[in-house]
């Protein structure tokens, strides 16, 4: 069974920077995509960053050049670097395991860790 475990949120004041962690077991997890969501209360759930297996990244325009998404397969972990934060960025943030597509026309599944909160104070 897969699990995904976020820790690293908090309270920081605008301009800030906060490292968040994503701690996966019960996966192989190097050859699965991986993402960070947010959602804010009253708004959807949107994509900020993701990483595929070979270290391609992508981020929302609305974070990009202030985040960085990385990971340690080693440890099975991946990261979210977040500076300049601003209080817009205030939000539950969530870990995504991306599903595999298999040659047979399977796939597996996509898993969601529980969230941790960020808040950006002005």
């Known amino acids: 069974q897969v699990q995904l475990v976020e820790s690293g949120g908090g309270l920081v004041q605008a301009g800030g920077s906060l490292r968040l962690s994503c701690a996966a077991s019960?996966?192989?997890?190097?050859?699965?995509?991986m993402g960070w969501y947010r959602q804010a209360p009253g708004k959807q759930r949107e994509l900020v960053a993701v990483?595929?297996?070979?270290?391609?990244?992508n981020y929302a325009d609305s974070v990009k050049g202030r985040f960085t998404i990385s990971r340690d397969n080693a440890k099975n972990t991946v990261y979210l670097q977040m500076n300049s934060l601003k209080p817009e960025d205030t939000a539950v943030y969530y870990c995504?395991?991306?599903?595999?597509?298999?040659?047979?026309?399977?796939?597996?599944?996509?898993?969601w860790g529980q969230g941790t909160q960020v808040t950006v104070s002005s």
């Open positions: 990483i595929t297996s070979g270290g391609n990244t």
């Open positions: 019960g996966s192989i997890f190097s050859i699965n995509a």
């Open positions: 995504k395991l991306y599903p595999l597509y298999y040659e047979d026309g399977t796939t597996s599944g996509s898993y």
